[in-house]
Each structure stands twice: as structure tokens, then as C-alpha cells.
């Protein structure tokens, strides 16, 4: 959390309120919670991520699930759902993301 304190240049409690609210989601796989640096752009987290996560929860994926299928490459799409999502392609993302339900 300190380093995401940092890149985000915000105090603890509102890092909390944006991982709380979906803006943001992270991984404790290692023993400390980490954000993919990838999700952070302009020190400010990606915009369209928060839908997409929501997207995903819904179907019922885990934080670490979610990670795993935002970082890997998609098939139908030719490269990773948050590559797509830098490229601003929201939409392709989360219609794929819907039926994974």
C-alpha cells in the first residue's frame, strides 16, 4: 500500500475508498497487496477499469481471476483485455467480459 500511496499521490484512505469502490483491484499472491502497474495511468487509476471490474465480479470471478484474465491474451481479441482497455476499446472488453458469466 505505501507504493501505491505514492504513485497515486493520495493519502492512504482514499487509495482504500478507490480499491473499495472498483477503481482499483490488487493481489495478495505474494503476501503483499500489489496493483498491476499496468491499471495506474498518469498516476491516476485506468478509467474504463472500474466497469470492467464490476463486469467480472458480477460473473463471479476473484480479484486474482480477474487479474489473470485482464493480463492474459484473449483470443477473439488478439491481446490482452487491458490492452485493448489502454487502446480505449471498453466496449470489446466488457461484451467479451459478459459472457464469461
Known sequence: MPDLVEVLDEPLGK??????EHHLVGSRRTGVFAVPSLFIVDGRPLSSLRGTIIVLQDAGFTDDELIDWLLAEEESMGRSPIAALLAGHKSEVRRIARTLA
Not at 487509495?15 to 473499495?20: A, F, T
Request: avoid cysteine; charge should be positive; hydrophobic fraction near 50%.
Open 15 to 20: 487509495v482504500r475508498r478507490l480499491i473499495d
